[in-house]
């Protein structure tokens, strides 16, 4: 290649990268990002759908109006996005009902979200439509009328039920607090076994006299017990059917877990049953996997030397 040519190409390279440097400088200085100074503790979110609050309470956060316990998380994720609203430009103003219908920030059409501090407003939200790639939205900030297209898909981060705001987490304890577990199930085969002592100096006992325990089977099996999570919660006194397939008592420190399992007919072309349960640390029934049904299924045999 000619020493010509070559340098013409290379001035061409030089040109490109300075122009997308430019265009790059020029799209940063449009942001602009409404900062809250305040940390929120109370954000009401009312969509289509339904209209809830999330409350922070003793450092703990809740949803709805019977305040279930919420996925920290999300929250977390939710109230981020109400302290730091970024802003790429102004594309219109709200000031007549068709431009509000035009980009879905109509009463009937928008996500409304009210922020509060001590019981004060700090930030209104007012979302409408995501753009086509799904990347920005526009949206109301506040008092004002200015429409903007404003970076994230808010329209998909706010339009969320109550449902998936709750936390996951039926119950979840340090694997070492638990020192004994007692299986009745429906087949009637019944029994416990329980350890003392901490460290090298643990004593397992069984209920059945005659069992030697293998130690590491049981601890592992007592280190499986240690969390329960669901995939879907049911309402407090929903009648759910079904039939007792295990109850369960995990002792844990100086208090006792219990679970009820019960099983369902199967549906679906799998054929496999399906499974919900009740635990003393929540009022509230849920649905339990399959495999986490299973570790409680288990004989007594399991963990036998």
């Known amino acids: 290649m000619k020493t010509r040519k070559l340098v013409l ?7 490109i ?5 430019q265009l790059c400088l020029k799209t940063g200085d449009k942001v602009k990002v409404y900062q809250l100074s305040e940390q929120p503790e109370e954000v009401t979110i009312t969509t289509a759908a339904e209209s809830y609050t999330v409350l922070k309470e003793n450092d703990a956060w809740f949803v709805g109006d019977k305040k279930y316990p919420a996925n920290e998380t999300y929250v977390t994720q939710l109230v981020d996005a ?28 928008r996500i409304t979200v009210v922020a509060k501090k001590n019981g004060s407003v700090v930030r209104t939200l007012y979302i409408g439509k995501d753009t086509n790639a799904g990347s920005q939205t526009y949206v109301m900030i506040d008092d004002s009328n200015d429409i ?21 987490i039926v ?3 340090e694997k070492s607090d638990i020192s004994s577990v007692a299986i009745s199930a429906a087949n009637n085969e019944n029994w416990s076994i329980s350890k003392m002592g901490s460290g090298t100096d643990v004593v397992w006992n069984c209920s059945n006299a005659l069992v030697s325990i293998d130690e590491e089977k049981a601890q592992d099996w007592f280190n499986s017990l240690s969390a329960m999570t669901t995939s879907k919660w049911y309402d407090e006194n929903e009648d759910l059917g079904g039939t007792l397939a295990v109850t369960a008592k995990i002792g844990v420190g100086f208090k006792t877990i219990a679970v009820e399992i019960f099983e369902l007919p199967p549906e679906g072309e799998d054929g496999k049953p399906k499974y919900w349960a009740k635990c003393s640390e929540s009022p509230y029934p849920f649905e339990l996997a399959n495999y986490a049904v299973q570790r409680f299924l288990k004989p007594l045999s399991e963990f036998t030397k």
């Open 82 to 109: 109400v302290k730091a609203v970024k802003v790429l430009d102004k594309v219109a103003s709200g000031s007549s009902d068709s431009t509000l219908e035009k980009y879905q920030l109509s009463e009937d059409q």
């Open 171 to 173: 119950y979840d304890v």
């Open 9 to 15: 190409l290379i001035a061409d390279a030089l040109l």
């Open 17 to 21: 990268l300075a122009l997308i440097l």
């Open 148 to 168: 903007y297209l404003s970076a994230g898909n808010l329209r998909n981060d706010f339009d969320k039920k109550v449902s998936y705001l709750r936390t996951r």
